[in-house]
């Protein structure tokens, strides 16, 4: 009869958790009990003789001011804890010294494993870490079971995530590097007397963050970005996350995008289809004043991102939202920021939500972080994952051009080749042809299902835009073959799948008129 510990290291995570388990209580055989104070959890729930379901967050194992070490509160066998979200506050086992008090101190896993000293530890998380100071393996041991991300894609419970590198780079104009050289040391000269504060102030402006930031890259990002989303629009609709180092460069970037698209942006919160979530402080410069928004606002544009129906189309952060935030109409990420680790591999993830028809969701890069996110995801090669964590868009062209081929092959031998100006008379000849075919109603609609899911991923690149009339007709020819088929809601959910491909349908208009 073991007790039950359940840790989390939020508040609202702990709460949500709880109110599953307290549901469940005539399953369980009794009432689980959550702590609400450090002093009911080392006083009360936790001494006992047996059983109980315990639900706690990490912090209430932190020090009272008088103490040096947590005290034990079982020496129990019988016990075991369950931590979630293990690669966030389950570390820290190494003593540092504090620069403040000169005392040594510990992680908070330190405490509960103080706490707990014979207690069974079992862990979930979706981003296992392997640092030297962070390694889950080496605080859990091995792993029970593995759910890898091509199960997790094969099961329907995710799609998988495409990647596109579109890398904005800055020539540098070597002519007038001498004059930006004299310019600085002007600058500097006039405003910091200090020599080692002038070489502070160098190493600040030459840092990646002011490269990242130069004006002139803002605003190829913005043009390109704008373009990017409206074509990926087309084929896929959805809402987009614009990723970016800093605050400051949320705010520009911001700017850069609504003097192209002006009516994107509104004062309100309520109102635009553009908006920057981001902390806010009383001290910020004016630029940014404009873009702070309380806790009921910031509740309020989280609707709004959710919502696929609401004209909030685009959000621009720096670290908000991209752990722990699910919005399932997401499907593209811009990412314009340096990000390794858990956090790049967390990031990503908030695209491969299943939504409707979403084949794919897609990861855009616009500064250069394929090694890193290689590097971050070899974990879960190393749990043996069966399946690639993302997927190069190239990989999505390739299956569109194979599809496309089938398709042809097909139809021969009908002559097709004037479709874009007579596509309405060589429908009933291709509709014939494909029906002398063996099975030929399903394996032709099937192929075009999967093109045009394809381009779908990679209708934002050269290649693929340059195929999509061909795609649209294609589309066209299969339309009727589905049409009233009467069958299960699964091909009702092809048929609307179709009915999305805007850029198709648009240019098969354009063909027939």
Request: hydrophobic fraction near 40%; proline fraction near 4%.
């Amino acid at each position: 009869n073991p007790t039950l510990v359940m840790v989390t290291d939020r508040q609202d995570l702990d709460g949500q958790l709880f109110g599953v388990f307290a549901g469940a209580g005539d399953l369980l055989g009794e009432t689980p009990k959550q702590a609400n104070s450090r002093a009911e959890l080392r006083e009360h729930l936790l001494n006992r003789p047996s059983g109980g379901i315990i639900f706690t967050t990490i912090q209430k194992f932190g020090l009272d001011a008088d103490e040096n070490k947590f005290p034990v509160l079982t020496d129990r066998h019988n016990i075991v804890v369950i931590a979630d979200e293990a690669h966030r506050t389950q570390y820290g086992f190494k003593a540092k010294i504090d620069s403040e008090s000169g005392t040594i101190k510990y992680g908070l896993a330190k405490s509960l494993r103080d706490a707990l000293p014979n207690a069974t530890f079992l862990a979930f998380t979706g981003t296992p870490i392997s640092q030297d100071d962070r390694d889950t393996q080496a605080v859990f041991g091995e792993y029970v079971s593995v759910y890898d991300i091509q199960q997790a894609v094969e099961d329907g419970a995710t799609v998988p995530i495409y990647y596109e590198s579109r890398l904005a780079k800055i020539n540098l104009d070597v002519s007038a590097l001498p004059k930006v050289d004299q310019e600085v040391e002007d600058i500097l000269d006039s405003e910091i007397a200090d020599d080692r504060d002038k070489e502070k102030a160098k190493s600040q402006w030459s840092a990646l963050e002011a490269i990242v930031g130069t004006d002139a890259r803002l605003q190829e990002i913005a043009e390109d970005l704008i373009a990017h989303y409206e074509t990926r629009s087309q084929t896929q609709p959805g809402k987009a996350m614009i990723v970016t180092m800093s605050r400051d460069i949320c705010a520009r970037l911001y700017d850069k995008i609504v003097e192209i698209r002006p009516d994107w942006h509104s004062d309100d919160h309520m109102k635009g289809a553009l908006k920057v979530v981001m902390t806010a402080s009383a001290s910020d410069k004016a630029y940014l004043q404009p873009h702070h928004t309380n806790k009921s606002q910031k509740k309020d544009l989280e609707k709004r991102f959710k919502d696929p129906e609401d004209p909030l189309r685009i959000v621009i952060v720096r670290d908000m939202w991209l752990t722990g935030f699910d919005a399932p109409c997401l499907a593209t990420m811009y990412i314009d920021k340096p990000m390794q680790g858990a956090n790049l591999a967390q990031a990503i993830a908030r695209v491969n939500r299943v939504f409707k028809d979403k084949p794919g969701g897609l990861v855009v890069d616009y500064i250069g972080i394929a090694p890193q996110l290689k590097e971050a995801l070899a974990t879960y090669s190393a749990a043996k994952g069966k399946g690639r964590p993302t997927i190069d868009s190239s990989e999505a062209l390739r299956i569109l051009k194979e599809k496309i081929q089938v398709a042809r092959d097909m139809l021969a031998p009908v002559d097709w080749s004037d479709f874009k100006k007579k596509a309405l008379q060589l429908i009933p000849a291709c509709l014939e042809r494909v029906l002398q075919h063996e099975d030929g109603k399903r394996r032709y609609a099937d192929t075009v299902l999967q093109m045009t899911k394809a381009f779908a991923l990679c209708g934002t690149l050269d290649d693929a835009l340059e195929l999509s009339p061909e795609v649209a007709f294609h589309q066209a020819v299969r339309a009727p073959l589905v049409k009233g088929d009467g069958g299960g809601e699964g091909e009702r959910r092809d048929v609307n799948f179709e009915l999305q491909q805007l850029v198709s349908q648009a240019v098969v208009g354009e063909g027939v008129a």
